[in-house]
C-alpha cells in the first residue's frame, strides 16, 4: 500500500463529509470553493510523495564503501524531497542560479604556469581562521572543478566554499583556461578531455601543501575532467577522494539529448553563446590559429566542438574527441574512493547513459542518482535558497572522507 494511502483515505471521507454540508455560495468565497483547493491540494501532496519524493539510488559494489557512506554520509540514503513547486528537471536546471543565495568569499588568486607558456587562474580560500585546523600545513584542502563556462564566482562553487568553511577545510577552485579574467599567453583554451592543466594543478597544490589531506570535487564539465583524469592516473594521484556532480557521462548522448527543440530553446544555444562569449575576448590571440568568424556562427554545442575544440586539441574529427572526453569510457580504471551524484531526469546526461553496470565493476566507485533534481539543481525545500541536496552530499562526502577516510582507504 503506498505510503499516504491511509491518510488520502481518511482525507477524502472529511472531504465528502464537508462539501455535503456546505452552503454554495460562490465558488472562492464558498466552503465548496475551498474544499476544491483543499481537495486538489491533498491530491497534488499524495502525488508529491508517491511519485516524486523518493529515496536515491546507491549503486556500489563495494560492501564497505556502502557502509561507510550509510554511516557517515547518511544523506545518500534518505528521501529526497525536491522543491514542491519546482521538482521538474529542466525547471530545477534554469531557476537554480537565480533562486540560490550566493555567499560572500574572499579569494586569493594566483596565476600559475603551464609548460607550453600559458597561465593558470586559481582562486584560494584559505580559511586562516579555521579553529578545527589552525595549523595551515596540515589543513584539509579541496580543490573545486566548475562546469563547462563556470568560474569561481558560480554559486554552486560558492556554496562548497561556504560548506567547507564551516568544518575548517581549505578550498582552491581551478578556473579553466581564459574564462576569469585572465590573458591567454598561447592559442589554447581547455577541453573535457585533456588533463594536463588539471594535472600541474593538483601538482603543484600537493607541493605546496604536502602533508595537507587533499581531495577533489568536480561539478559538470568539471566532473568530466576530473574523471578522466582519475581513470587515466588510477591510483597514482594525492587525492584521497573525489566528489563528482552532474557529469556528463557519453558526450554523443548529452549533445543529442540537448539537440532536441525544447533543450536547444532553454540550454543549448544559450550555452553555445557562454562559450563564444568565453573566447571571443581572445579573438586576436585565437585567430592564429582558427576561423574566427566561423566559429563564432556555430548555433549548437556540437558545431562550436566541431570549429574549435576539436580542432585545437588536435583530434582528427569530433567523434574522435566525444569518445575520448566521455568518462564512461575511463570509469574501470578508477582507483580512489569516488562518489557521484547524477539526477536521472537531467537533459545534460540522460538517464540511459548512466554507466551503472561500468560502476558496479569498480569497487571504488558509488553512484547516488535521484529521480529528480536536474542538472546542478536538486533544491528542496519551500524556498531553496541556502542549501541543496547537491551541497549536503559534498558537505557529508568530504566530512567523511578527511575525518574517517581510513575506513575506506583499506578497500
Known amino acids: 500500500r503506498p505510503p499516504c494511502a491511509m491518510d488520502w483515505q481518511v482525507l477524502t471521507r472529511e472531504l465528502s463529509l464537508y462539501l455535503e454540508n456546505q452552503v454554495r455560495v460562490g465558488f472562492f468565497g464558498s466552503g465548496v470553493g475551498l474544499s476544491l483547493v483543499l481537495g486538489f491540494g491533498v491530491a497534488y501532496a499524495c502525488y508529491y510523495l508517491n511519485s516524486i519524493a523518493k529515496k536515491p539510488q546507491l549503486v556500489a559494489s563495494n560492501d564497505r564503501f556502502c557502509r561507510f557512506l550509510e554511516e557517515y554520509c547518511p544523506v545518500v540514503t534518505e528521501t529526497y524531497y525536491p522543491t514542491i513547486w519546482?521538482?521538474?528537471?529542466?525547471?530545477?536546471?534554469?531557476?537554480?542560479?537565480f533562486i540560490t543565495s550566493r555567499p560572500q568569499v574572499q579569494y586569493r588568486n594566483e596565476l600559475i604556469k603551464t609548460?607550453?607558456?600559458?597561465?593558470?587562474s586559481l582562486d584560494w580560500f584559505d580559511n586562516n581562521d579555521s579553529s578545527y585546523y589552525p595549523d595551515a600545513s596540515t589543513r584539509p584542502t579541496v580543490l573545486l572543478l566548475p562546469g563547462l563556462t563556470g568560474t569561481s564566482k558560480e554559486s554552486y562553487i560558492l556554496h562548497m566554499i561556504h560548506q567547507s568553511?564551516?568544518?575548517?577545510?581549505?578550498?582552491?577552485?581551478?578556473?579553466?583556461?581564459?574564462?576569469?579574467?585572465?590573458?591567454?599567453?598561447?592559442?589554447?583554451?581547455?577541453?573535457?578531455?585533456?588533463?594536463?592543466?588539471?594535472?600541474a594543478v593538483i601538482h603543484h597544490v600537493h607541493s605546496l601543501h604536502p602533508s595537507a589531506p587533499f581531495m577533489a570535487a568536480g561539478v559538470s564539465m568539471g566532473?568530466?575532467?576530473?574523471?578522466?583524469?582519475l581513470g587515466k592516473t588510477g591510483r597514482d594521484t594525492p587525492l584521497m577522494a573525489a566528489a563528482i556532480f552532474s557529469a556528463g557521462w557519453n558526450v554523443f548522448e548529452s549533445v543529442e539529448?540537448?539537440?532536441?527543440?525544447?533543450?536547444?530553446?532553454?540550454?543549448?544555444?544559450?550555452?553555445?553563446?557562454?562559450?563564444?562569449?568565453?573566447?571571443?575576448?581572445?579573438?586576436?590571440?585565437?585567430e592564429k590559429l582558427f576561423d574566427m568568424d566561423l566559429v563564432m556562427k556555430a548555433r549548437t554545442v556540437r558545431e562550436f566542438d566541431k570549429q574549435f575544440t576539436s580542432v585545437m586539441f588536435g583530434y582528427r574529427s569530433?567523434?574522435?574527441?566525444?569518445?575520448?572526453?566521455?568518462?564512461?569510457?575511463?570509469?574501470?580504471?578508477?582507483?580512489?574512493?569516488?562518489?557521484?551524484?547524477n539526477s536521472v531526469d537531467d537533459v545534460f546526461s540522460p538517464a540511459h547513459a548512466i554507466p551503472v553496470e561500468t560502476a558496479k565493476q569498480n569497487?571504488?566507485?558509488?553512484?547516488?542518482?535521484?529521480?529528480?533534481?536536474?542538472?546542478?539543481g536538486f533544491l528542496e525545500g519551500i524556498w531553496p535558497r541556502k542549501c541543496t541536496y547537491m551541497d549536503r552530499v559534498f558537505k557529508q562526502f568530504v566530512q567523511a572522507v578527511f575525518e574517517h577516510g581510513n575506513k575506506i582507504f583499506s578497500m
Open 86 to 97: 519546482c521538482w521538474e528537471g529542466r525547471v530545477q536546471t534554469l531557476l537554480r542560479p
Open 115 to 120: 609548460a607550453d607558456g600559458g597561465q593558470i
Open 165 to 199: 568553511e564551516t568544518l575548517g577545510y581549505r578550498c582552491v577552485v581551478f578556473n579553466n583556461r581564459g574564462i576569469a579574467g585572465e590573458e591567454l599567453l598561447t592559442p589554447r583554451t581547455y577541453c573535457a578531455a585533456n588533463t594536463e592543466d588539471l594535472e
Open 223 to 229: 566532473g568530466m575532467l576530473l574523471l578522466n583524469y
Open 257 to 286: 539529448s540537448l539537440e532536441k527543440p525544447l533543450n536547444w530553446l532553454l540550454f543549448n544555444y544559450y550555452l553555445t553563446t557562454c562559450l563564444q562569449s568565453s573566447i571571443s575576448r581572445h579573438r586576436q590571440m585565437l
Open 318 to 341: 569530433i567523434d574522435d574527441y566525444y569518445e575520448d572526453a566521455s568518462p564512461c569510457r575511463k570509469l574501470k580504471s578508477v582507483g580512489i574512493p569516488v562518489l557521484c551524484l
Open 363 to 376: 569497487a571504488n566507485v558509488a553512484l547516488v542518482l535521484t529521480s529528480c533534481g536536474g542538472h546542478i
